[in-house]
C-alpha cells in the first residue's frame, strides 16, 4: 500500500490510511490487489469519511476481478476506470500474503516477445479528491509513476505544472497513458519479429519450420487487437462522459478542456496501437500466403522442368526402340551409314528440342 498527498509543489507520502483531507490537494491511494482484498472494510470507511460515499459491491467485486476487460462506468459519486496493462509473467499473491509476489513462467511458446503479450487490470476509483487504483502484485507502472511523482517535487515551478497531476481524473490518465506507452514499445518489437520470419518465408532457399512459433504469434496478434479494442471503447466512454458535463467560464472549465486533450491523446495513441496491430496481421497473414505461393510456383517450374526433359528423351526413346524391334528384313537397319545417319538425327532431336523449349520460355530463370 501506497498513500499520496498531492499539493501544488509538494508530495508526501505515507503507508497508512489518511484520516481526513487537507485544505488543498488530493489523496492517492495505491493497492495491489490481494491488498484491497484484505483492507476492503477499512478503505470502505476511510472512503465514507474522506468522500462521504463508499464503493458499490458491484464495483468491489469488479476491482477485485483479474479476468475483467477494460470497461468504463460511473456514479454520481465516484467514476471507475479498468484498464488492462501489460503483465510481467508473474500471478496475484495469496490472501495470507498481501502485496507479496509468486512469479510463474509463462506456457506461450515462441520468442520471448510473444510471453510479453499478457496483460492484468488496474482499476480506477476516481472521486472529487482521491483516486484510488488497484494494481496487479508489485506493478512496475505504479512504482515507475510514484518515482516520477516524488521527483517531481525537486524541480522548478513551471516544471511542475508539466509533471503534477492537478487532479485525482488528471492522475489517472496519467498513468494510462504510461500503459498505452508499453504497448508501443511492445509493438516495435513485434514488428522486428514478423519482418524476420517474413524474410525467412519469402526466401527460397531456407526451409520455414517454424509454424508453431508464427501460429502463436497470429493468435496473440488476434488476442491484443481485443484488448486494445476494448481499451479504446473504455476510453472513449470517459472522453463522452467528459462532453456531457457542462462549461463553466471559471477554473474549472480549463482543467475539465485539458482532461479532455488529455483523453484525446491517450485515445490517439491506442488507435494507433489498433491500427498497428491490425496491420501486423495483415502482414502476417500476407507473408504466409506469399510463402505457399512461393511454395507452389516453385512445384510448378519443377514440374515442368520434368515435363521438357521428357519431352527430350520421349523421341529418342522412341527411335531406339523402332530400330530395336527384332525383324529380319529391316532394309534401313543393315544399310552402310545407318548408324551414323542415326546418330546425327537423335543429336539435331537432342539439341534442337531444348532450344526450341528455351525459345519458348519452358527453361530457365525468368519463368
Not at 84 to 89: K, M, P, V
Not at 92 to 108: K, Q
Not at 200 to 223: G, V
Amino acid at each position: 500500500m501506497r498513500v499520496f498527498s498531492i499539493a501544488t509543489g509538494a508530495v508526501t507520502e505515507t503507508d497508512t490510511l489518511p484520516l481526513r483531507l487537507t485544505d488543498q490537494g488530493f489523496v492517492w491511494m495505491a493497492f495491489s490487489r490481494r491488498e484491497f482484498e484484505v483492507l476492503q472494510n477499512q478503505i470502505q470507511t476511510t472512503l465514507e469519511a474522506l468522500c462521504g460515499a463508499a464503493l458499490l459491491d458491484l464495483h468491489v467485486q469488479d476491482v477485485l476481478n483479474n479476468q475483467l476487460p477494460s470497461h468504463f462506468d460511473f456514479t454520481s459519486d465516484y467514476d471507475l476506470l479498468v484498464f488492462r496493462r501489460l503483465a510481467t509473467g508473474q500471478t496475484e499473491s495469496d490472501l495470507s500474503r498481501p502485496g507479496e509476489i509468486l512469479h510463474r513462467m509463462s506456457d506461450r511458446g515462441g520468442p520471448t516477445v510473444l510471453r510479453r503479450i499478457d496483460t492484468s487490470p488496474v482499476a480506477f476509483v476516481i472521486f472529487d479528491r482521491v483516486v484510488v487504483t488497484v494494481h496487479p502484485a508489485d506493478c512496475a507502472i505504479r512504482e515507475s509513476f510514484a518515482a516520477r511523482l516524488l521527483q517531481a517535487v525537486e524541480m522548478s515551478a513551471h516544471q511542475q505544472m508539466n509533471r503534477m497531476p492537478t487532479s485525482p481524473a488528471d492522475l489517472m490518465l496519467r498513468v494510462v497513458s504510461q500503459m498505452v506507452d508499453g504497448y508501443l514499445n511492445l509493438r516495435r518489437e513485434l514488428t522486428r519479429q514478423l519482418d524476420h520470419w517474413q524474410s525467412e518465408l519469402l526466401n527460397p532457399n531456407t526451409r520455414f519450420n517454424n509454424w508453431s512459433a508464427l501460429l502463436d504469434a497470429r493468435l496473440s496478434l488476434h488476442y491484443l487487437d481485443e484488448i486494445c479494442e476494448d481499451q479504446r471503447a473504455a476510453i472513449q466512454d470517459w472522453t463522452d462522459a467528459l462532453n456531457d458535463q457542462p462549461l463553466n467560464p471559471d477554473d474549472h472549465s480549463r482543467s475539465l478542456e485539458l482532461l479532455k486533450v488529455r483523453s484525446r491523446d491517450v485515445l490517439e495513441h491506442i488507435e494507433r496501437v489498433v491500427h498497428h496491430v491490425q496491420r501486423l496481421e495483415q502482414s502476417a497473414e500476407t507473408a504466409v500466403q506469399m510463402h505457399f505461393n512461393a511454395q507452389s510456383n516453385r512445384t510448378n517450374d519443377i514440374m515442368r522442368t520434368l515435363t521438357v526433359l521428357t519431352a527430350i528423351f520421349l523421341p529418342l526413346n522412341l527411335i531406339t526402340g523402332f530400330f530395336g524391334m527384332n525383324f529380319e528384313n529391316f532394309p534401313f537397319l543393315h544399310a552402310e551409314g545407318s548408324l551414323l545417319w542415326t546418330e546425327l538425327g537423335m543429336l539435331a532431336l537432342g539439341l534442337g528440342l531444348p532450344f526450341y523449349f528455351w525459345r519458348k520460355r519452358y527453361l530457365g530463370k525468368g519463368i
